[in-house]
């Protein structure tokens, strides 16, 4: 198949108030919510949502770009290109770093169209790209300069469909938003080759790391493309087969063990389960494969209900990056890489999105605001690949592995690039519509537009506060009722809402207040959540945190830091003492920290024998006073010991 045989037309630019993010279910899947646009959903630059994808625009992504010159990424694409003689440099799959990054600057570009340095590098790396495919449209810079022989030879192994995958969500955001129409025909042109290859006629192989499924949902979505969502279907369909062989680490690694319908256990590489959910979903609503999806949540109750983090994280062990057993929670080797926090969201969006179920839009916003942003410094420059919730006094950094610090690039960057896309299209994120009204999962500074001239004005200092005021700026709907729906997570105990100031009294169901009025513009909705201080215990199967606590406000995680305690105190000698009281302010000592909780502790001194028969009795030293930080924020002051889960000393 060559590039002159085929021809695909290029969907028309859509005005921006059209453009859809980074999911957009057909009209005819099975969702009970429709995500609303890049354009119908704006975050404003005064709260922290805006504020992070700002700093994402202005620092992450630009360092992102810079990396990707100076790592060898570029390089790699201009030699595949014959245009360069350099020896190829990084991973081999170091183009879906190129792709991410290029998807990112796509929906950052559908808001900031004057970002002249970004324009460039989507012009100039589309053009490359287009110039590094062969002529039957494969497109790696790896298989193409350093093991053209390989190609397509280890499947297990070698990421070709993964890289592919990314290629294809880059120009679905290049297209979808207008920004470039010329990325589309490049990925076509390799997608046809994939449905060649590998479609009904073709061989039976599927991928070592899951992303070309939802990839390949999404670019039908956008395409109208039937074989695309065949062939997404078709990788889902072989999976658990045991095509991928035994490889390394046993075919559970990479989710090769059971047909996908059939597993109960999330297991293996994280990452990749996540992915390969995300791409369940996409097919099951696309397909009205109810199997499908009822897999799908299945695997949620495993992965939630005994195996993800307090702050989100997904992977406990560093060994294969690999899920645990049921409660192997462990605090200090905690893997939770970040690219498996942000699958998470992905994949809790898609669910969302399916089934309208609250529960998936909790996690959204627990994995957001802990372990998805604890992953980026304040700086947008330094990263964490890995995500723990304990960094003991005198950790022994293991290189990238498990950095005690964040680091401004990885020789396996996948994870910046994925930040880099994830908090470009957050908007996308934030509400959703049907025919009956306006659904809104996370709370930001924000105008939202639903379809048929609703819009709403949301203004929060979330997650520091906990009220959301909404005043409805257009009531739309031609003079009819129609349903505001506002979640209340599931960490709120208690809440109130007002309309127009008058307080009304609305049971949230099913984790939403719905509020049903012919709506007049001008009015008012406050919803105010209270968010006390909670302290969260983990089920006593998790062995590694049983008898600590978490402290918690809203939906942010706290931890405890060195740089807050006295000279000397080691971390780990340090117990909340549950006779004084725990409070939350902004104090002056730390301005930059709009909610610092404050605790009572004490130091525990408990000898130096490692071992003791019988109960050992800790004595109490000296009381101090404990400053916990949102984890989020750990370690921008200083390097050193930090911890989420705090023991308790024993009531006196
Ligand atoms: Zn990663």
Redesign the pocket.
Known sequence: MTQQKLSHTVPAAPGLQEAAGPVAPTPAALSALRPLGLGQARLRAEGLLGRWRRRNAEDTLPHCVDNLHTAGNIGNLRAAAGESEDEFAGMWFADSDVHKTLEAAAWQLATSPEDDGLRSFVDDTTALLARAQREDGYLNSYFTVVAPQERWAKPDWSHELYCAGHLFQAAVAAARTGVSPDLLPVARRFADLLVERFGPDGVEEVCGHPEVETALAELYRLTGHRPYLDLAQRFLDLRGRGLLGHGRFGPRYYQDHQPVREVREVTGHA?RQLYLLAGMVDVAVETGDLALLDAAERLWADAFRSRTYVTGAHGSRHREEAYGDPYELPSDRAYG???AAIASFQWNWRLLLATGRARYADEMERVLYNAVAAAVSSDGRHFF?SNPLQLRTGHASSGEEAASRRLPWYSCA??PP?IARLMASLPGYLATADDGGLQIHLYGDASLTAPGGRRVEMRTAYPWQGRIELEVAEGGGGGQAWTLALRVPAWCDTYTVSVGGEPVRVPARDGYVRLTRVWTPGTTVVLDLDMPVRQVTAHPRVDAVRGCVALTRGPLVYCLEQADLPPGTVLEDVRLDPAVEVTAARREDLPDIPVVITAGGLVAHAGDSLYTAGARRERTGTPLTLTAVPYFLWGNRSEGPMRVWIPVAAAG
């Open positions: 990452v890489e970040t690219c690949y996948c994870c994925n």
